[in-house]
């Protein structure tokens, strides 16, 4: 077979740094209109953006499975060789008349069609693809024969390397010279040799042909601009991705091809190497491995110096426009055997693997009698596999796909797409993770892209656009700071390993610097490390950070001994300065007097002036303490008042341990044996003897309760701070409990100053023990509920008489329930509530 020429052809064939790629470049755009296709999306991307800034953005278009850049009166397209137009507009689709009737047409790397898995695309689009004046082929030399019995009109033009390629022969990873690139062929072996080159040079930059065209750009960008003297990527370096590498090292001489482990052709190994220098620029190759396995023997060496490699002797094929009449015809026509000639059947690829899996589905027979849905049905199982599931979960996944394709309106649901890519959308996780999810995003970028797959595909080309983008962002941080230490290697290349010599700067929020990489913190006193640096780091940069900020600690702590009493704050029983913890509260010589513990992070100054540093802290704490709590502190003294009768000590002691707040009932023998002085004394104290507690009201505002909490923490389980501005918990929730301040009543709980209120309310109304009708305008302005307040008033004291109340002396111990009566208003249900006594 044959194909049939339109307008010149002619193929461009020889080594790598041949400039074949830039040679089509300029071809493309001397024509009115262009087409390029690439092997990889991340050289579509490469080529775009070059052919961007010669044509501006509003002519030039992107058209790949998984992203598509077209503008409406776009001229020339880069794209992969998967979405070249076809002839009859088959299978990419139409954008414009320009993508399938352009003047120019070029396919790169056109020896993949020797390629297992994807061969027989490139040699579809060798036979088939043309430009309406000029077509171009690029390849390797060992392409010729085939070149010459396929397209026999075409013009085969050689063309020399541009310079030198010679082995170096094998090189430890630590003695590689800068600007090298060491490939590696799996994901693990490319993240061991990036982490050793961390520990020994610093870092390196990764490149990998499943990034995206975004973190491999940034990565790249890295290496180019020197911030990394090293490279380590796959073997997708081969594939044209122009970068400034004088040597490349190989981790390996085996991949696995997708079906065996084997060991490199001689052709395989020459692509990449030839990466190695550039236009005028000599390069070099070699090893990692001196002898064994991965080590090159004497005759890859000289074939890859000379440039010689075995011919290409034939090329995968199979059917580019099979028979969609029905599913039985569309398996007979892909696997049918090629025409007489170098063309040979190629191996089941995973869209054919796919196809027959669902074939064997009766659900898939009885939707694909028509034509439009075996084409329908054919095109999901193109979804490429982006995760490498392994057939079986990804059969899965295209059949899910292909039963909302051939259901209803035939398109995925929406719910369900926007569910998936939720998930993906963090960028939480490790490289791993982050890259897994990367390849998860381009499968539903893919769908997005097919036109008719989506109610509104626009839409979801946007939100995966812009997922990946932030993917691709998180992988790069992630890989720099995996593989990268930015401080490390300026840290070296500034001083070496003295440590001693560093120019450590302190920024203004306490950022620690070193040639404007950051290396730490200095928050208060206190130096942290940065959290990406590693163990061996982070001992240089410690010790760097207490030969320099010795200065900045002296500076810092004049300042906190200078500093006024509103620069500081007790928060969670800790004292800081400007935010930065300096000391803690522990138990003392009572609740109000607690012991103030230095941090340790003040470990780092003098003696001299950390007793300094006490001294004030003491002073502001005694003086906001008497601001904040008085009534603790007054309570403090009283308890040790020599001059008190113990009964008056007992109470004071009594009150100030339980935080100002305390039930009156365990103290009611003490309180009785109190004089009318020392009752007064309490008062001016500021502590309330109430019918049912004692307290000091000014404890509940919201500054004082919260000092409160922080003391009794010291000792013990502070309780839960309530609701502000709270009158009325329900029981049981927070803060509702007397040490909290509110005293329970059946299914509330009630501030305790406005129990005393109530309480003082009642007893001025009463007239003796005659029965009375308490206001009820007080407890509805609290909210209390009818069975509230019929308990508050039971513990006051009071019994229930009809629609009054009346005293019957000392409360009693506990209330009874009873029977309830008929009544209204707020007091409504109280006599029914308890039994008389």
Not at 633 to 655: E, H, K, N, S, Y
Not at 772 to 783: E, M, N, Q
Request: hydrophobic share 45%; net charge positive; glycine share 10%.
């Amino acid at each position: 077979m044959t194909s049939r020429a339109t307008g010149n052809v002619t193929a461009v064939l020889g080594p790598t740094n041949t400039g074949k790629t830039h040679l089509a470049i300029e071809r493309m755009c001397a024509h009115s209109s262009g087409i390029i296709g690439f092997p990889l999306r991340l050289l579509a991307r490469e080529v775009y953006d070059r052919v961007v800034a010669i044509k501006g953005a509003e002519r030039v278009a992107l058209v790949t499975g998984e992203e598509k850049i077209v503008p409406p009166d776009a001229r020339w397209f880069l794209c992969t060789a998967e979405s070249m137009p076809q002839p009859g507009g088959r299978q990419a689709g139409g954008v414009n008349k320009s993508f399938h009737e352009a003047a120019f047409v070029a396919l790169d790397e056109a020896q993949l069609g020797a390629d297992p898995e994807r061969g027989h695309v490139f040699t579809d689009r060798l036979l088939h693809m043309r430009g309406r004046e000029e077509t171009m082929i690029l390849g390797s030399e060992a392409l010729r024969p085939m070149v010459k019995a396929l397209v026999p009109d075409a013009e085969i033009v050689g063309r020399p390397r541009f310079s030198t390629l010679s082995y170096a022969g094998a090189k430890k990873i630590s003695r590689l010279p800068k600007r090298s690139a060491i490939v590696a062929f799996s994901a693990e072996e490319v993240y061991a040799v990036a982490e050793m080159l961390r520990r020994l040079r610093g870092g390196a930059a990764v490149v990998m042909g499943a990034l995206s065209p975004r973190t491999r750009n940034a990565q790249v960008e890295m290496f180019q601009a020197g911030e990394v003297d090293y490279l380590v990527a796959t073997d997708a370096i081969g594939m044209g991705l122009n970068m400034d590498v004088a040597h490349v090292a190989f981790a390996s001489l085996h991949k696995f091809d997708g079906r065996r482990q084997r060991r490199l052709t001689v052709a395989e190994m020459a692509q990449i190497a030839g990466r190695a220098g550039r236009h005028q620029r000599d390069g070099t190759f070699g090893a990692l491995a001196e002898e064994g396995p991965g080590a090159f023997l004497p005759e890859e060496i000289l074939n890859i110096e000379e440039h010689r490699f075995p011919r290409l002797e034939s090329l995968f094929w199979r059917e580019g426009d099979p028979d969609t009449g029905s599913v039985d015809a569309l398996i007979a026509s892909l696997e049918r055997p090629p025409p007489p000639g170098p063309l040979r059947g190629a191996p089941p690829a995973t869209d054919l693997k796919v196809l027959k899996r669902l074939a064997d589905e009766g659900w898939v027979r009885d939707r694909t009698r028509h034509p439009m849905m075996v084409r329908r049905l054919w095109a999901a199982c193109g979804i490429p596999d982006f995760r490498k599931l392994g057939l079986d979960p990804h059969t899965r996944f295209v059949e899910r796909v292909f039963r909302y394709l051939s259901e209803g309106r035939g398109h995925v649901p929406h719910q369900w797409f926007a569910d998936e890519i939720a998930r993906l959308d963090t960028v939480s996780g490790d490289v791993e993770t982050l890259a897994g999810r990367l390849a998860a995003i381009r499968s539903w970028a893919y769908i997005a892209q097919r036109p008719d797959w989506l109610a509104d595909p626009a839409e979801w080309q946007a939100r995966t656009r812009a997922i990946e983008e932030r993917l691709s962002d998180g992988l790069h941080a992630s890989l720099t700071q995996r593989f990268v230490d930015k401080r490390t290697t300026a840290l070296i290349r500034k001083i070496g390993a003295d440590a001693g010599a560093l120019p450590v700067v302190v920024g203004p929020e306490g950022e620690v610097t070193v040639e404007d990489h950051p290396i730490g913190r200095l928050d208060g006193f206190r130096f942290s490390v940065e959290p990406g640096a590693r163990a061996s780091d982070k001992r240089m940069l410690l010790a760097a950070a207490e030969k320099r900020l010795g200065a900045e600690r002296g500076r810092r702590a004049a300042a906190l001994m200078a500093a006024t009493d509103d620069a500081f704050a007790l928060v969670d029983g800790e004292i800081r300065w400007t935010g930065h913890r300096v000391a803690t509260l522990a138990a003392g010589g009572s609740l109000a007097r607690p012991r103030l513990v230095a941090d340790r992070d003040l470990d780092c100054l003098d003696k001299a002036t950390r007793d300094r540093i006490a001294d004030r802290l003491a002073r502001w704490f005694a003086t906001t303490a008497q601001a904040r709590v008085p009534v603790l502190v007054a309570l403090a003294d009283a308890a040790r008042d020599p001059a008190a009768t113990p009964a008056f000590r007992v109470i004071a002691a009594a009150v100030e341990a339980g935080g100002g707040i305390l039930p009156r009932l365990p103290l009611r023998t003490t309180l009785d044996a109190l004089t009318p002085d020392e009752r007064r004394r309490l008062r001016r104290i500021g502590v309330t003897v109430g019918a049912l507690d004692l307290f000091d009201p000014r404890l509940l505002k919201p500054a004082a309760a919260a000092w409160r909490r922080a003391l009794l923490a010291v000792r013990g389980t502070p309780p839960t701070p309530a609701r502000e501005g709270a009158t009325v918990l329900p029981r049981g929730s927070d803060g509702a409990s007397v040490a909290g301040g509110y005293r329970p009543f059946g299914s509330q709980a009630v501030r305790v100053d406005l129990v005393e209120r109530i309480a003082r309310a009642a007893h001025d109304a009463r007239a003796g023990r005659a029965p009375f009708v308490p206001d009820a305008a007080l407890a509805t302005s609290i909210g209390l509920e009818p069975a509230t307040l019929a308990r508050l008033m039971a513990e006051l004291g009071f019994r229930p008489a009809g629609e009054a109340w009346v005293w019957r002396g000392r409360p009693p111990a506990r209330a009874v329930p009873a029977a309830p009566v008929q009544g209204g208003g707020a007091f409504a249900g109280l006599a029914g509530l308890f039994a008389a006594e």
